[in-house]
T-cell receptor, first 116, second 114 residues
């Protein structure tokens, strides 16, 4: 079974440029999460999807961040414009079923973003 | 506020020995799940072990076991017979189900010496 796929693995951009990250969750997983992990810290949730609905985006900086999961499968996270403080690893995770909050979350390898 | 504290930033252990990683947490919820995740240098986070707060018996997965002290809000991870492949960052986390959000600690870097 394929795991959570993310691309690109690495991205270097100049500040004020846009950037997008893509995630394909494990097949059949309804719940998808985007996390940001700053250097030396644990991941912090940005947004959670149940199928195509964003059910928790309270930590997403909506002035510059956006996300979509149009068909309830893969998802894109966008930053526009990027700032120096956005340098981090962006992790995508998925879990099997809605409401099964005790389930394991399966993480992708992440995208390391460097903003210069 | 829900918080997870991992006060030890780094630990080192000799191969084949036992090491314990500490974690404390704070929540006002009565039911929750606790997790230890491992993040090797390649960055892919994987689940090590999981504990439901209502279960008194400590969870065990092969060489990994936990010491769950609910009253003290403590959830430590014991790794027995440490192996070189155990070298990684370890994150303690919990999920109360109120919003299905995993709250992570800052992590601890574990190095296993040959």
């Amino acid at each position: 079974e394929a795991g959570v796929v993310q691309s690109p693995r690495y991205k270097i951009i100049e500040k004020k440029q846009p950037v997008a990250f893509w995630c394909n969750p494990i097949s059949g997983h309804n719940t998808l999460y985007w996390y940001r992990q700053n250097l030396g810290q644990g991941p912090e949730l940005l947004i959670r999807y149940e199928n195509e609905e964003a059910v928790d985006d309270s930590q997403l900086p909506k002035d510059r961040f956006s996300a979509e999961r149009l068909k309830g499968v893969d998802s894109t996270l966008k930053i526009q414009p990027a700032e120096l403080g956005d340098s981090a690893v962006y992790l995508c995770a998925s879990s099997p079923a809605s409401g099964s909050w005790h389930n394991e979350q399966f993480f992708g390898p992440g995208t390391r973003l460097t903003v210069l | 506020a829900q918080t997870v504290t991992q006060s030890q930033p780094e630990m080192s252990v000799q191969e084949a020995e036992t090491v314990t990683l500490s974690c404390t947490y704070d929540t006002s919820e009565s039911n929750y799940y606790l997790f230890w995740y491992k993040q090797p240098p390649s960055r892919q986070m994987i689940l090590v072990i999981r504990q439901e707060a209502y279960k008194q018996q400590n969870a065990t997965e092969n060489r990994f076991s936990v010491n769950f002290q609910k009253a003290a809000k403590s959830f430590s991870l014991k790794i027995s017979d440490s192996q070189l492949g155990d070298t990684a960052m370890y994150f303690c986390a919990f999920n109360t189900g109120a919003n299905s959000k995993l709250t992570f600690g800052k992590g601890i870097t574990l190095s296993v010496r040959p």
